[in-house]
T-cell receptor, first 115, second 114 residues
């Protein structure tokens, strides 16, 4: 059984550097989501893909953030010119509404620390 | 504007007793609700869900109740076990016909004492 996987699990970077995270969803899940979670808060929606199409972006996703899902399988989230406020847990989730109710399954997350 | 609220940051329960976690929402258009459990340094794990057309869903020790008129849902865990100690998040969705994005509450930390 391969659930949602994310890489890397931890990333420490200096302010101003670019970082890229990868998410591999559950096979055949056509929907993929990115969320961000900070300490003491619930996850907050960032963006959503249906297959390879990015269909919604949160206003939290500034122009320094970009996400892709080039072949409708894995996805990448890139943050350019990182800021200390970008420090958070970045979570990826996938779902397949065709299997019934749209339950999202989460990966283990990537913990980003910006120094 | 917090559309989903968990007003109790923490809850402590004795092993074997019932744990009741509460969640309130403001958007009457939400039609699907979920509970997730989260351990430190891990992603949320799906526990149980309920559609807005139902008022109760049960899965083993976990039962979710939905009161649409009060815009309130609760998760009951019976009997509680020490391994249930974690942060619990409720989440709401406008449904798969929309984007399906989840709106989460702030979480409740459950501690089950042996």
């Amino acid at each position: 059984d391969t659930g949602v996987s994310q890489d890397p699990r931890h990333k420490i970077t200096k302010r101003g550097q670019n970082v890229t995270f990868r998410c591999d969803p559950i096979s055949e899940h056509n929907r993929l989501y990115w969320y961000r979670q900070t300490l003491g808060q619930g996850p907050e929606f960032l963006t959503y893909f249906q297959n390879e199409a990015q269909l919604e972006k949160s206003r939290l996703l500034s122009d320094r953030f970009s996400a892709e899902r080039p072949k409708g399988s894995f996805s990448t989230l890139e943050i350019q010119r990182t800021e200390q406020g970008d420090s958070a847990m970045y979570l990826c989730a996938s779902s397949h509404p065709g299997q019934g109710a749209d339950t999202q399954y989460f990966g283990p997350g990537t913990r980003l620390t910006v120094l | 504007d917090q559309q989903v609220k968990q007003n109790s940051p923490s809850l402590s329960v004795q092993e074997g007793r019932i744990s009741i976690l509460n969640c309130d929402y403001t958007n009457s258009m939400f039609d699907y609700f979920l509970w997730y459990k989260k351990y430190p340094a891990e992603g949320p794990t799906f526990l149980i869900s309920i559609s807005s057309i139902k008022d109760k869903n049960e899965d083993g020790r976990f039962t979710v109740f939905l009161n649409k008129s009060a815009k309130h849902l609760s998760l009951h865990i019976v009997p509680s076990q020490p391994g249930d100690s974690a942060v619990y998040f409720c989440a709401a969705s406008l449904g798969s016909s929309n984007t399906g994005k989840l709106i989460f509450g702030q979480g409740t930390t459950l501690q089950v004492k042996p």
